[in-house]
């Protein structure tokens, strides 16, 4: 199939881009590189540069991809700037994104995937189900919300079949691809920049949270696994209308499991400062991916967390400033 990959040149768009092209597909990536990587890209998909913000891109990317489906990755992904700048995360997340589902409606696309977040849910004791209370806690995860409602309305209208995938916290490598966001939020590269000595320390916000150690659990599926389910959401796409599944291990990890474990993996020792809480941060989201497995028969490969942090170690030590500039 000709696929186009909206953001594919970012961290988790391009190692879906990769299996795509080893799928056999015809790929193309479409991104503006705000804060992706042309590394990122697999050498054998077209790279073509544009900015959702501009319908021109956007028409002149289908036109030339002739895309059978979209994948659709680009977004602003920070929860706590979603919170200092709401407009910004509202215009980049759902205005842009219904620029893209017009040009998807006019280039007659069949079958779009679209990135949604655990940031959609109400948190929760329990494991999250598709089922469970949605009620985002901060902009970035209303934003998405946002998004899924308007699928639901073009699938309705004009028969567009989506696939909504509600990732849990995405982690480790594939191959030559790695983590690399600027700036990085996400705890997993944030503590191995600890142990290589690129930051002075690690900050654990919250030590207060009615869990086991006080600190936040969260759920981690590593990128392989990801990016897996995406072509299996693609190929169920196939004969379903739409797919609304959440994509996690169902197991939960604390942030001093994975300090520790990042101690273990690197070998190295490195300091950890206790803060306040932060506001919007839930004690634990953990998912329930039972429906992900039985509709795409998808099975997570990498359930340990040793192996995901390990995997993100081995990426960090071969590429310690991230991606080349
Ligand atoms: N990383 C996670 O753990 C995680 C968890 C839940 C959901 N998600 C979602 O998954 C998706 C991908 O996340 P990621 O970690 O790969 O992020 P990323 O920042 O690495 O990738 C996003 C890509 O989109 C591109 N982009 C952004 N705005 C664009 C625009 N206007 N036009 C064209 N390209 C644009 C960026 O340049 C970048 O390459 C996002 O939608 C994110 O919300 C990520």
């Known amino acids: 199939m000709n696929i186009l990959v909206v953001g594919g040149a970012g961290y988790i768009?391009?190692?879906?881009?990769?299996q795509l092209v080893e799928a056999g597909h015809e790929v193309f990536v479409f991104d503006n590189l705000v804060k992706g990587h042309h590394q990122a890209v697999p050498e054998q998909a077209r790279f073509i540069s544009g900015d959702l913000v501009n319908m021109d891109?956007?028409?002149?990317a289908l036109d030339l991809a002739q895309a059978?489906?979209?994948?659709?990755?680009?977004?602003?992904?920070?929860?706590g700037e979603s919170m200092k700048k709401p407009a910004l995360y509202f215009r980049a997340n759902v205005s842009n994104t219904l620029n893209l589902l017009e040009s998807c409606v006019t280039h007659n696309v069949k079958r779009l995937v679209f990135s949604s977040t655990a940031a959609v849910f109400a948190a929760s004791d329990a494991p999250l189900t598709e089922m469970s209370p949605i009620q985002p806690a901060n902009c970035y995860g209303e934003t998405k919300l946002m998004v899924e409602q308007m699928l639901r309305w073009f699938n309705s209208v004009h028969g567009l079949r989506y696939g909504v995938l509600r990732y849990f916290n995405a982690c480790g490598a594939y191959g030559p691809r790695g983590e690399a966001h600027t700036p990085e939020t996400?705890?997993?590269?944030?503590?191995?920049?600890?142990?290589?000595?690129?930051?002075?320390y690690i900050t654990v916000y919250g030590t207060d949270y009615p869990t086991p150690d006080g600190t936040c659990i969260r759920d981690y599926i590593h990128i392989y696994d990801l990016a897996t389910a995406h072509l299996r959401a693609l190929d169920y796409l196939a004969d379903h209308e739409t797919i609304t599944c959440n994509l996690g291990t169902g197991t939960g990890y604390s942030v001093r499991e994975v300090i520790d474990m990042a101690r273990k993996v690197s070998g190295k020792s490195f300091e950890v400062r206790e803060s306040e809480r932060r506001p919007g941060d839930a004690p634990r989201l953990v998912a329930s991916s039972d429906l992900a497995r039985r509709e795409l028969d998808w099975q997570p490969r990498y359930t340990l967390l040793e192996d995901m942090v390990g995997s993100a170690w081995e990426w960090m030590v071969r590429h310690p400033n991230g991606y080349p500039s």
């Not at 768009?13 to 990769?18: D, F």
């Not at 059978?68 to 929860?79: K, N, S, T």
């Open 186 to 200: 996400h705890l997993i590269p944030l503590t191995l920049q600890a142990a290589t000595g690129q930051r002075p």
């Open 57 to 60: 891109d956007i028409n002149q």
């Open 13 to 18: 768009g391009g190692v879906v881009a990769q």
């Open 68 to 79: 059978d489906a979209v994948f659709h990755f680009a977004a602003l992904i920070e929860a």
